[in-house]
């Protein structure tokens, strides 16, 4: 059974468009979220939360957790082509032994 | 250098050989992970390592995989009678870990493994 579950798996929007992407995760010693974007190899860092109604905000990007739901959303407003890429949420918990557990990503292709 | 480093960025060996893929952290991090990634899917955990604890091995797929970091810092996972379901891109990433710390990872360009 999968931890980290992210929704929709892949997404096609056009140039402009504002994006929602979903991450449900479990509450197990849960420290924080943690959201990626991955466009070749290396997942970059976006975002890290850890309370939950506070948003985060980068530029055209933001999200917020809610830790009573169990679940963030990224957005993206005024999306460009450059923002095509898999977006990776994580889960950051454990009991002695932090670790990541990341769900399968979202998929997100910008057209122009 | 600046980033964490893995070495080869590509490998391609034959079902039954043994491969090692190599990862340099970002020096002054004591955490160590890596992580598998097949086509379409997720990151998949595979071992976690921080500072002289015993490492956390609960996500090797199997007796084939071990993996070692020596002096605190450069890591090699390795892969012995490779199998085709093994094909995969390996990431490391290491982090500043610490109770307080609530992990953001560094990733590496990470090692594409074929297994013919």
């Known amino acids: 059974e999968d931890k980290v579950v992210q929704s929709p798996l892949s997404l096609v929007v056009h140039e402009g468009d504002t994006v929602t992407l979903n991450c449900s995760y479990e509450?197990?010693?849960?420290?924080?979220l943690l959201w990626y974007k991955q466009e070749k190899k290396a997942p970059t860092f976006l975002f890290m939360l850890?309370?939950?109604?506070i948003e985060k905000k980068s530029g055209r990007l933001s999200s917020i957790l809610d830790k009573k739901e169990l679940f963030s959303i990224l957005n993206i407003t005024a999306t460009q082509t450059g923002d095509s890429a898999v977006y990776l949420c994580?889960?950051?918990?454990?009991?002695?032994?932090?670790?990541?557990?990341f769900g399968k990503g979202t998929k997100l292709s910008v057209i122009p | 250098g600046a980033g964490v480093s893995q070495s080869p960025s590509n490998k391609v060996t034959e079902k039954g050989k043994d491969v090692e893929l190599r990862c340099d952290p970002i020096?002054?991090?004591?955490?160590l992970y890596w992580y598998r990634q097949s086509l379409g899917q997720g990151l998949e955990f595979l071992i976690y390592?921080?500072?002289?604890?015993?490492?956390?091995k609960s996500g090797l797929p199997s007796d084939r995989f071990s993996a070692e970091r020596t002096g605190g810092s450069v890591s090699t996972l390795t892969i012995q009678r490779t199998q085709q379901e093994d094909s995969a891109v390996y990431l490391c990433?290491?982090?500043?870990?610490?109770?307080?710390?609530?992990?953001?990872?560094?990733f590496g360009e990470g090692s594409r493994l074929t297994v013919l």
């Open positions: 990433a290491s982090s500043l870990n610490s109770p307080q710390n609530t992990g953001e990872l560094f």
């Open positions: 509450v197990t010693n849960f420290r924080s």
């Open positions: 850890t309370s939950s109604g």
């Open positions: 994580a889960d950051y918990s454990g009991a002695g032994s932090y670790q990541l557990t």
């Open positions: 020096s002054g991090h004591t955490a």
């Open positions: 390592f921080q500072g002289n604890s015993a490492p956390d």
